[in-house]
């Protein structure tokens, strides 16, 4: 059975770390997802660990996604996360905020397998800028997971 290891990281070079340590204990890329809110951070992660592309979600590239940008700036428009890996396709272009019409974070989180209440404090830390990584792995590897997420500054799901 499948379980979900889910640490959260204030720092791009702890989540960097982190994942480097998952691969390096076996885990592989296509098992790890990352979500962050700024493009910049997914793509760095992407590139230094070898985890999939980011992913951002409709409407975010070309003059489309130079305007969206200016109205997100201008808070006009919700911020939305970008992602990587095998979580993408229900995290890019989620959006923060409290509608529940609409398909944010809490929806895509829990569209993976994580329980609302984790999910609503996944949403604010990835709102205040920390990086989420999630592993998909057998039962057997999530302690040894939780450990090495440990070593690297892992911060706990209540402070959000």
């Keep these: 059975m499948t379980k979900l290891v889910v640490g959260i990281f204030g720092h791009k070079t702890d989540a960097s ?6 691969r390096g204990s076996g885990i592989k890329t296509k098992k790890i997802s990352v979500v ?6 997914v793509s760095e992660l992407s590139r230094d660990t070898g985890v999939a592309k980011p992913q951002e979600g409709l409407g975010s590239i070309g003059l489309f ?6 109205a997100i700036g201008l808070d006009m428009l919700p911020d939305t996360a970008v ?14 905020g409290d509608d529940p019409g609409e398909d944010g974070i809490v929806v895509g989180l829990i569209g993976i397998g994580i329980p609302k209440e984790d999910a609503e404090a996944y949403e604010k830390h ?12 057998e039962q057997a590897e999530s ?3 939780r450990e090495l997420f440990e070593r690297h500054q892992v911060i706990p799901l209540e402070l959000a």
Excluded: Y
Excluded at 17 to 22: G, P, S
């Design 17 to 22: 770390l982190a994942i480097q340590d998952l």
């Design 36 to 41: 962050a809110k700024e493009k910049s951070v």
């Design 65 to 70: 996604g130079t305007a969206k940008g200016i």
């Design 83 to 96: 992602a990587a890996g095998p979580a993408a396709g229900r995290l890019a272009g989620a959006e923060f």
């Design 126 to 137: 990835v709102d205040q800028g920390h990086v989420i990584v999630i592993a998909a792995l």
């Design 143 to 145: 302690g040894r997971v």
